[in-house]
């Protein structure tokens, strides 16, 4: 695409697109994602098409080892199964890949999330009288306990990221500290939270999300103001590195393929 | 053996008011024939049971037919609420629905233990979730040689599991090809079953590890080809992502989705009848 960025100085790049980079670049060669439609998905592709070529991804519709060639637009699109290294049913992606332990990271987007990486994907208000119906688990609590890591990809606002939530959907790390690890579960949960102005990691000890990388152009003020809870600042804040042309050059490529194919540049679950 | 039988024939006789019912389908293979068949017949009262329901249960939920529904996730996938669900639990329109709500693998499990006629699931889940606090039917055993706590839930065991497949043979056996979903426990799990096919052919052709569905394990078979759409079948058909989008406007408000319900299913005969109303109505639009 012609306007891919040519020089490390221009910011030649949209805030869901560094998002998009930054989520990318976490996922390392050889890994085996479980990758959730949407944000995650679009991210762990780019993966796939840059850095890290060997990188399996699995999708929770039983395709495993999917190579699409345009972003799936729902979580069973046809381009998985026809690309895959294999399909298998979806009790078998769960029993077997899943709680069998071969995941590496589970990659997962989010309605809302807390201070402890807890998600929400349920409902808005009180579950008996939601204010919001929203889609509901699907595969995000087996995968926020299973996986060996999660990432996890939303953009960032007030109503997105709240002191409290209405309902866990997911586990995080509940209420801090070692809650998870009393609480039984085997995975080590969200090791970092990529929005579209930084990166948030849990506190090593009180397990709370902290603001360890801020995008480029982006103040602290703003990432606080779009935080519900006293969003706490790392003392050793990095500017996340810039998308090198090559990862944004890719990505507006798949992109405009996907969106040459559907209509549309990306998709929910279901 | 299965009956090789029209879907009105199929639907009247193994769907019964009351009834709990699978129509499964995992993005893929979703039966939408079989459930405007279900809504033109007029069925009430049924517990819908479905890991992902989307717009055919968007569409059952609307027209009345539904009581309760037992899930896991539910929206347009790719484009975001389903409207009608949405407007019953949040409104109680047409009328209140009673929901119990899972996970994906709280719902896959409990279709192998159904199919592995066990009393319930057991799984490594739901640890850390609220959803245990509000589903009574998520409960916790202790493992008899670890003492590990573990997550139990029912066993889905449907009267009735409806599928789309991509063929059947003349004696009624069936292949299954592609994401697969949890076709194949859905139908083992339920008293009766309902197969709509895109081909019937004489040899099935299918390598020895294919997923066949013989045809003494399967109610009935039922030629509806596309019976799928706007859903797709991998050889057959692809999924017309327009008309998920195009079903967001028309089921936000109740009278525009009553009216497309009338002209397009109700006022149809069959699948065939409702793809040449669709036709015309999406060529009006354009």
């Not at chain 1, 080590?188 to 990388?213: F, H, M, R």
Request: with cysteine.
């Amino acid at each position: 695409m012609s306007t891919a960025q040519t020089t490390a100085e221009s910011q030649d790049f949209t805030a869901t697109e560094i998002m998009t980079v930054a989520a990318s670049r976490l996922l390392k060669n050889g890994t085996v994602c479980f990758v959730g439609i949407g944000l995650p998905s679009t991210a762990a592709n780019l993966a796939r098409l840059t850095h890290a070529p060997d990188v399996v991804l699995i999708y929770e519709s039983g395709p495993i080892g999917a190579k699409p060639t345009v972003l799936p637009l729902s979580i069973g699109d046809g381009d998985l199964a026809l690309t895959a290294d294999t399909v298998v049913g979806t009790p078998e992606i769960f029993r077997y890949w899943l709680q069998g332990g071969r995941i590496d990271v589970g990659f997962l987007g989010a309605a809302q999330v807390d201070r402890f990486a807890n998600i929400n994907t349920t409902v808005i208000g009180p579950y008996d009288a939601p204010k919001v119906r929203l889609p509901g688990a699907g595969g995000a609590p087996e995968i926020a306990s299973q996986a060996k890591e999660v990432f996890i990809v939303l953009k960032q606002s007030p109503k997105a990221f709240v002191g409290k939530l209405p309902f866990i959907t997911s586990a995080g790390y509940l209420d801090g500290g070692d809650a998870r690890a009393k609480a039984g579960i085997p995975g080590a949960g969200p090791t970092a939270v990529i929005t579209d102005l930084g990166i948030l990691t849990p506190d090593p000890v009180t397990k709370e999300l902290t603001l360890t990388s801020i995008h480029p152009g982006v103040t602290v003020e703003q990432v606080k103001a779009a935080t519900g809870w006293d969003l706490k600042i790392s003392p050793e804040l990095k500017t996340t590195e810039i998308p090198d042309a090559g990862a944004l050059a890719a990505l507006r490529d798949l992109q405009a393929r996907t969106a040459a194919a559907h209509g549309q540049a990306g998709g929910g679950e279901g | 053996m299965a009956n090789i039988t029209p879907l009105r024939d199929a639907v009247a006789s193994l769907v019964r008011d009351g009834d709990t019912v699978a129509l499964e389908g995992f993005t893929h293979l979703i039966p939408h024939a079989a459930g405007h068949e279900i809504v033109r017949q007029g069925r009430r009262d049924l517990t819908l049971v479905r890991m992902t329901p989307d717009l055919i249960y968007d569409q059952l939920i609307g027209m009345g037919c539904a009581t309760k529904l037992i899930f896991s996730w539910g929206g347009n996938p790719g484009v975001g609420s389903l409207h009608r669900f949405r407007d019953a639990v949040e409104q109680g329109w047409p009328h209140r629905l009673e929901t119990e709500e899972h996970s994906h693998a709280g719902m896959a499990n409990a279709y192998v233990a159904g199919a592995s006629n066990l009393p319930f699931a057991l799984l490594r889940g739901y640890t850390g979730s609220d959803l245990p606090k509000v589903n009574p039917n998520i409960r916790f055993v202790e493992c008899p040689f670890t003492g590990e706590r573990l997550a139990a839930i029912p066993s889905v065991r449907p009267d009735v599991t409806v599928i789309h497949a991509q063929k059947a043979d003349r004696r009624g056996n069936v292949l299954i090809w592609g994401i697969l979903g949890v076709q194949k426990e859905a139908v083992l799990a339920a008293k009766r079953s309902i197969v709509t096919v895109e081909e019937i052919v004489d040899d099935l052709e299918a390598p020895t590890n294919a997923c066949v569905l013989p045809t003494w394990a399967v109610s009935a078979v039922c030629h509806v080809p596309g019976g799928a759409y706007p859903s797709y079948a991998q050889g057959y058909s692809e999924r017309d992502n327009s008309f998920y989008k195009a079903w967001d406007p028309i089921a936000r408000s109740r009278e525009t989705f009553q009216a497309w319900m009338r002209r397009h299913v109700l006022d149809t005969d069959d699948f065939a009848g409702f793809r040449r109303v669709l036709a015309e109505s999406m060529k009006e639009a354009v």
